[in-house]
């Protein structure tokens, strides 16, 4: 999950090289994440499987999976408030 540093904005995704990816949303290179660089990374997780990376990145995209990621990062949110 990656958060802008400038806009309330996560963009969340997944990738085989995540340092790559990073860098390619920080230098515009993602249109539909271009207004909100630069991007800070607040959470990952690492699978053995794409397909069940892939799962679990369809699953925070829902309202279930936004709601338990704030429940997970609970204190990462906090300090905005």
């Known amino acids: 999950m990656l958060r802008s540093q400038i806009k309330n904005f996560i963009y969340v995704g997944y990738?085989?090289?995540?340092?790559?990816?990073?860098?390619?949303?920080?230098?515009k290179e993602e249109i539909s994440t271009k207004p909100y660089v630069p991007f800070d990374i607040i959470h990952y997780e690492a699978y053995i499987n794409i397909k069940d990376a892939k799962r679990r990145e369809k699953y925070f995209k829902t309202t279930?999976?936004?709601?338990?990621?704030?429940?997970?990062?609970?204190?990462?949110f906090s300090k905005d408030t």
Do not use: A, V, W
Not at 64 to 76: S, V
């Open 64 to 76: 279930k999976g936004k709601t338990t990621l704030r429940t997970m990062l609970k204190e990462y």
């Open 15 to 27: 990738s085989i090289d995540l340092k790559k990816r990073l860098q390619q949303h920080n230098n």
